[in-house]
Structures are given as C-alpha cells and as structure tokens.
C-alpha cells in the first residue's frame, strides 16, 4: 500500500429515506469500516498538512491515509454526517459561509433548487440577458437542477441574479426571506456545539462567491473578513482557507497572494489529486499549501482505496 494521502471532499448528507439529497449514512460508514480495516489511517487536515506537506512524520505509522473536509456546513452535517464520522473516531474539518449562517442571504443554488420544484408547469422558457433558456419542473437533484448549477456556475453573479430574477416572475414563485428548513445552514451555537465534539471549522469566504469574478477589494474582503469572522466566533478555528468552487478557473495568484499576506498558510481547493510524503521532496513546495487538491467523494464504497492504491 502507497505511502499519500488523499483529501476527500462532502457537502450535504441525507438526514432520513424521505430526504434523500447529499450523502447517505450507510454509504458513509460502509466507507469508515472498508477504511478502517484495510488499514488506511483516517487523519484531520491538520495532521495531513503536517505530515505530508511538511514533513513532520514523527507520529505517522505509515500506509496511506484519507482526510474527510465537509463544504458549505449545513444543518444534516451535524444531523447526519457527524454522527457517522464519530462513530469512526473519524476528524473532520467544515468550512462555512458566515453571511449565509448570518441570514443575510442563501445560496444561490438553494434558491434555484426551490423554484425548479415549484413551477407552475412543466416547462418554462426564459430570456436572461439576450439568451433563450428551456427550464423543467424538478423533482429530484439529477434533473435539471445540476445541469442549471454547472451552467450558472460558469457566468457572472449579474448573470445569475438577473437568471433566479426572471425564473421567479416567470414562475410566479415567491423566495422567503426566512431559508426553508431543507436548505438550513447550521447555526453559530450549533457549530460551537459541534467544535466541542472535535471538529474543525475553517473559512470558505463570506458569501460564496467565484473569487476569479469578483474585483480585488472584493476577493480581499471574502477571504479574509471570512477568516476573522471566524476568529471572533469560535473557540480554534483552522487555519485553512477552502475556496468557493474551487477548480482551476474559481482563483489564481491574486487569491493565493491575498492568503499569504493576510497571513493564511494553507488552502484547500477542488482540483483532483494526491499528495505524497513531502520528506521526498525537499523543503521547496511551491504553491502546493495554498492549492491543496481534493477528491470530491461520490459515496461508493471502496472508492477513496482504490484512489491511494490505483490513482
């Protein structure tokens, strides 16, 4: 069994068979035990940047190891993942959105999601600046809800604001002010709560937005007003930044310069890739701290091992 490390990445889990968006607990522990027993060390993100980007080695038995990071920090990571990852005396690190745990806005994403299964009909043509788009009624997330996302992801957030605008007219659905108890981010005190039971939390910016997008005060203020917001609320926070999205095009050295400068040593992104034992590789890491790769994890049992071993 190789000697790397692979940096897992979740974002919501399914909190009862009536809910069924994110990942399942089942599925989840099926992974923990395969894991476990294969002798595949479980570590938090701490020990992993440690140990493989700095080579501090001391306390590593050797074989290869998987982090478990949870984004976005939804109220079913504490119903549902939490439990699960306690159960595996398994660390975990989430990264949170201050101005979403604040009320002052929801995702976007959510806000999509409640329309799309909400509309008066079937099919729905809209026109957002200039382009024709044919949106369908959904009814689970593997209709037209992901696409939309990928697609919406891609554009300006005037893009998507004038897009969510025009589906509300068009379908005649309101968006509450108060976020629906589905799309519910956990709290300040049940975060706190959570830190008591062993979990890290770390910055994922204020509001979620694509830095790469966004003007350099604006990327500056997301980075790190999110950083010290964090500071100010929780008892240790990590010191990893995780970018919003988090592939190639969602941020560059501009981001990675606002880090450093601000004093943040290390961030996680969504870029796919496993690292190595940095003892190999001398003391000159380049960028790697500030580019950290994860694998986004899609339940299946086995499939973190036959990354570390295959991959």
């Given amino acids: 069994m190789s000697d790397r490390l692979a940096v ?30 294969s002798g595949v060390r479980l570590l938090s993100l701490d020990e992993a940047i440690a140990e493989y980007l700095h080579g501090d080695r001391s306390g590593a038995a050797g074989g290869p190891a998987v982090c478990f990071t949870v984004d976005d920090g939804y109220r079913d990571f504490m119903d ?12 975990v690190t989430c ?40 949106v369908r009624r959904s ?9 939309a996302v990928s697609m919406l992801k891609g554009r300006t957030e005037a893009f998507r604001a004038d897009f969510l605008a025009e589906l509300e007219a068009r379908a005649n659905v309101a968006i509450p002010s108060d976020v629906p108890e589905e799309y519910r981010v956990m709290t300040w005190d049940a975060i706190r709560e959570c830190e008591t039971r062993g979990v890290r939390f770390g910055a994922h ?21 999110s950083v010290q917001r964090l500071k100010t609320e929780l008892r240790n926070p990590s010191s990893v930044f995780c970018y919003p999205y988090g592939l190639a095009s969602d941020f560059g050295s501009r981001e990675v310069e606002i880090l450093r400068a601000g004093g943040v040593t290390h961030a ?31 339940g299946r049992p086995a499939m973190a091992l036959r990354q570390l071993l295959i991959a």
């Avoid at 897992?8 to 476990?36: E, I, N, W």
């Avoid at 204020?206 to 350099?216: E, I, K, Y």
């Avoid at 496993?274 to 580019?291: D, V």
């Fill in 8 to 37: 897992l990445m979740l974002h919501r889990f399914a909190t009862c068979p009536q809910h069924t968006k994110g990942h399942s607990p089942t599925d989840l522990r099926s992974v923990l035990a395969l894991l476990r027993a």
């Fill in 205 to 225: 910016s204020l509001s979620h937005p694509v830095l790469s997008q966004v003007s350099s005060t604006s990327a500056e203020q997301e980075i790190l007003g």
């Fill in 139 to 147: 009814t689970n997330e593997y209709s037209w809800q992901r696409p």
């Fill in 80 to 91: 549902a993942g939490l439990p699960t990852f306690e159960a595996f005396d398994c660390p």
């Fill in 268 to 298: 996680v992104s969504a870029m796919p890739g496993l690292i190595g034992p940095s003892a190999e590789k001398g003391a000159e890491l380049g960028e790697l701290p500030w580019r950290i790769p994860r694998f986004a994890f899609d």
């Fill in 95 to 134: 990264f949170i959105v201050p101005d979403v745990i604040d009320g002052k806005t929801w995702f976007w994403w959510d806000r999509l999601d409640f329309m799309l299964r909400r509309l008066p009909a079937d099919q729905l043509a809209l026109n957002v600046q200039g382009e024709r788009f044919e």
